[in-house]
């Protein structure tokens, strides 16, 4: 097409509907807003530069005083039933709508009056629709029903009366939306949103009588520099911390450790399965698959509650720091379960939804009391006045503050096999892994599958991201024709580095390719890069839980899940 | 919307009707169209068959439900009324005799009375104007109505 021959000699051609997130099968390709417009010698009318194909010899002109004149009053068209409530939108200076308008110098609203009827605003645990915004580009649409293939989300009606909408009109909170995000992570404009608690985080940080607490999840500090003018892939670790603490959190910790924490007890799954496998259990469960990611859990408790018994059912490093916070760490400071408030910054907008979870509540009260998503985290940083890029490198508090290698890549895909494997290893052999990198578990390739050497037993694996390779895994578990023994799934392109929570990659995958370098990067930094040899978990299982599985760690670490599926 | 639950042998027509279209998101909008044909309506569970069938998301097959006027969710009275909304039976008074229709059976257009008696549509031109302004109630035409006529027209479906 027109338009992917411009990008590749670097002519940017304007488009607000065309999204191809080359490598991963985030696409789409409506060519319905109509502003990518050329001029092509020898045809009469201007051409969509992304639904036309090069031919020899062709002569285009895509800054043409005529194509610019087309794509301004195109923009006006968009406008005319567009709210201009700019100033306060949740997108303003991120709006890919808005940098366009001011790119074409428009000033004045022409064919303002359109009718807005039937569009519905909704506030879920997760997500902000307010579909007045919706400029009807399609790619939440091709994101939720091709990539995810969730089909929450779909045009419906038509004319003026046209939006996009949940099957049926529900609300969101009554579809099988999986929560993921990712219609948030490609949305151009303000119509989908995330959920914001920036202001209740302000108020409970202001508040003398509470103690509120970090945890930073790994995908975090790959990609928040971006938001202060870094370039993709820069590295704020350090910066991180120090930023949390000026802003008034009593202690910051680091979902990491919690991560190592998820590696010991479903490294422990993994092994107990496998036993009783190669014992002859006909009966185990196996594949074991990663219960990490709520999206995807969210996804098999809709889509294929026969098949619930397969995933682990230990908790996502998120709910595994809540747990351990308010009873092992608050019992130990002495502070009381209610004055303490946990906070976790996550690249994810479904951690919003998990922490209300009804089974993951400890006597009707929350673990974790929200969640807030790395643009939000950016925000207050801006609100408050700290010019991050200048800030000092800190470290996380003790004790759970303290990571491996192993508990970072849990950002990217893959990463948490990996991590995995590390333990699972060493645990079940005795002896010290010959190479700590499984290289052949990386990569951004949707669905990948290795066979590991354990020592003469080979240990099948399989990675898949986005829900929609996912469901081609659990589609072939339910035929009984799949042969792994150990599965990761992640819900977003790319694992956590693409959450629905991070900072917008605006359809470059360079964005999402830097980051989890970086991962991999700190990862092979890090002193010591398996999670059983992270001193803070040793004492942890010493001085508080006993062993992985034993009774408090399944009362505390673990989950169950049920037939959420709609009838 | 309420809970509508589908007979077994109307489940078992929709996914005949799918199997006879070979199951093929090509065909939706034929497979709606008999579908509609057979039950009057297209409720959600309906809709979800199909969806299953095709392999599609129920999403898409909503989009398309509500994006053709032809198609309709909601269940059509047992007679069904259309007021004539072209342009001879328009220019004779014919929104008056839908208003009044309105007035009498409180419903709007598209809408079925609670009881399941009479549905409301509006269409264009039954090829009568020499009788405009012209209502037709199931298969029966009314010509040179007034609104002042609906009520007694009405009582006669006395069912």
Redesign the interface.
Known sequence: MILDAAASIGINIPTLCHMDLKGTCVKNRPASCRLCVVEVQGRRNLAPACATKCMPDMVVRTNSMRVIKARKTIAELILSDHPNDCLTCPKCGECELQALVTRLNITQMPFSGGELSQRKKELTPSIMRNMDKCIFCRRC?SV??NVQ??????????GFNTTIA????KMVKDTNCTYCGQCVAVCPTGALTEHDDTDRLMDDLCNPDKIVIAQPAPAVRAALGEEFGMAPGTLVTGKLASALRQLGFDYVFDTDFAADLTIMEEGAEILERLKKFLAGDKTVKLPIMTSCCPAWVNFYEHEFPDLIEYPSSARSPQQMFGAIAKSYWAEKMGIPREKLVVVSIMPCLAKKYEVTREELKHEKLQDVDYSISTRELARIIKRANIGFAELPDSDFDSPMGESTGAGVIFGTTGGVLEAALRTVYEVYTGEALPKIDFTEVRGLEGIREATIDIKGFPLKVCIAHTLGNARKVMEKLREGKLDYHVVEVMACPGGCIGGGGQPYHHGRIEVLQARQKALYAEDASKPIRKSHENPDIVALYKEYLGAPLSERSEELLHTHYSDKSIK | ?AEIKLACEVIKQVEDICEKHGNKPGELINILHECQGLHGYLP?PM?RII?RKLG?????V??VV??YSFFTMTPKGRHPISVCLGTACYVRGSEKLLEEIKRVLGIDVGETTPDGKFSLDCLRCVGACGLAPVMMIGEKVYGRMEPQDIRKVLEEFAD
């Open positions: 649409e939720c029903n293939t969730v089909g929450a989300l779909g045009a419906v009606r038509r949940p099957t049926f009109d | 919307m959600e809709q969806a599609i998301p129920a999403a898409q909503y989009g509500t994006f």
